[in-house]
């Protein structure tokens, strides 16, 4: 989308308080641009903010003042933007959104780094491969999903003291320890050119449970993403949860699963915890030929 506001600044910096100047001056105020959208299925505008400078703000600290003013940058009242967040520490993966056309984690950008490298706004929009739910926030329900086809658990018979459990070497929890960072937030799926999104309309009269069928069977088609490839290779090398690895491959195998990767390794590039996605993705098509020529085989 073309914004036909000019911020009329020459070459990148600014000198009438809205942004830093090639001095480094702190602003007066910070001009930011939110891609709304006001339900699932409506289109989608622009709306800009004003908000008051403060040293160490991130861009949720941002999003609380627009919230707390409830007024765009024209002054009209407006309903405060949406967004999801919950442990501001980029942990639990809730805050993601596209940022100055970037996917991050909104609790870890840190305003004065978006303006040094974008003195004229920062510019918010929800990422582009899930439904929105309303302007930031959107459902992720298919990345859920995705685990859910990898069975991305250790399956137990129960929670009762069955003593001590196989043991894992070291060199072994060196390589799982990153894996085991993924907080499922997107932004690998986000980067990723061959995940797309996965939009449904909801029929007249249809039921609850008939458009979650619906979707799923959806999701299930669609491609898994980097993130369910990757937490199949962390479970598949614990000494517990390699028992069902077979079926972490057969679903890695089928219909929307490692096949559809192209090799394209944005995901890697994006991803806030540094998990090497890459080197799962090798893994896992190693593992599946090996699986399907066993099977094939009667191995």
């Given at each position: 989308m073309v914004d036909s506001h000019s911020n009329g600044h020459a070459n990148g910096h600014s000198h009438d308080g809205h942004g830093h100047d090639e001095h480094g001056h702190k602003p007066d105020h910070i001009e930011v641009r939110v891609l709304r959208q006001d339900g699932p299925g409506q289109p989608s505008y622009w709306e800009r903010h004003s908000v008051k400078y403060e040293a160490d703000m991130?861009?949720?600290?941002?999003?609380?003042?627009?919230?707390?003013?409830?007024?765009?940058?024209?002054?009209?009242?407006?309903?405060?933007?949406a967004w999801d967040c919950n442990c501001l520490e980029e942990v639990c993966g809730a805050c993601t959104m596209v940022i100055n056309g970037k996917v991050r984690q909104a609790c870890s950008a840190l305003v004065d780094k978006l303006l040094s490298d974008n003195p004229a706004e920062i510019e918010l929009q929800p990422m582009t491969k899930f439904p929105v739910v309303r302007d930031l926030a959107v459902d992720r329900?298919?990345?859920?999903?995705?685990?859910?086809?990898?069975?991305?658990?250790?399956p137990v018979d129960g929670y009762y003291d069955m003593g001590a459990g196989p043991r894992y070497p070291a060199e072994d929890q060196e390589t799982?320890?990153?894996?085991?960072?993924?907080?499922?937030?997107?932004?690998?799926?986000?980067?990723?050119?061959?995940?797309?999104?996965?939009?449904?309309?909801?029929?007249?009269?249809?039921?609850?449970?008939?458009?979650?069928?619906r979707c799923k069977a959806d999701?299930?088609?669609?491609?898994?993403?980097?993130?369910?490839?990757?937490?199949?290779m962390l479970f598949n090398q614990h000494p517990t949860g390699k028992n069902i690895a077979g079926e972490r491959l057969d679903a890695l195998t089928?219909?929307?699963?490692l096949q559809v990767c192209g090799n394209a390794q944005n995901c890697v590039a994006v991803c806030p915890?540094?998990?090497?996605?890459?080197?799962?993705?090798?893994?896992?098509?190693?593992?599946t030929t090996l699986h399907v020529l066993k099977k094939w085989f009667g191995a």
């Amino acid at each position: 989308m073309v914004d036909s506001h000019s911020n009329g600044h020459a070459n990148g910096h600014s000198h009438d308080g809205h942004g830093h100047d090639e001095h480094g001056h702190k602003p007066d105020h910070i001009e930011v641009r939110v891609l709304r959208q006001d339900g699932p299925g409506q289109p989608s505008y622009w709306e800009r903010h004003s908000v008051k400078y403060e040293a160490d703000m991130n861009v949720i600290s941002v999003l609380q003042r627009i919230a707390a003013n409830a007024k765009n940058a024209e002054g009209k009242h407006v309903a405060p933007v949406a967004w999801d967040c919950n442990c501001l520490e980029e942990v639990c993966g809730a805050c993601t959104m596209v940022i100055n056309g970037k996917v991050r984690q909104a609790c870890s950008a840190l305003v004065d780094k978006l303006l040094s490298d974008n003195p004229a706004e920062i510019e918010l929009q929800p990422m582009t491969k899930f439904p929105v739910v309303r302007d930031l926030a959107v459902d992720r329900t298919r990345l859920f999903s995705a685990l859910s086809r990898v069975k991305a658990w250790v399956p137990v018979d129960g929670y009762y003291d069955m003593g001590a459990g196989p043991r894992y070497p070291a060199e072994d929890q060196e390589t799982a320890y990153p894996l085991s960072q993924c907080m499922s937030c997107g932004c690998c799926v986000e980067a990723c050119p061959q995940y797309t999104k996965v939009e449904l309309e909801r029929i007249e009269g249809e039921t609850e449970e008939a458009y979650n069928a619906r979707c799923k069977a959806d999701y299930d088609r669609a491609f898994v993403g980097p993130h369910a490839i990757s937490q199949a290779m962390l479970f598949n090398q614990h000494p517990t949860g390699k028992n069902i690895a077979g079926e972490r491959l057969d679903a890695l195998t089928a219909e929307g699963g490692l096949q559809v990767c192209g090799n394209a390794q944005n995901c890697v590039a994006v991803c806030p915890k540094l998990i090497p996605l890459t080197t799962s993705i090798a893994r896992a098509g190693r593992a599946t030929t090996l699986h399907v020529l066993k099977k094939w085989f009667g191995a």
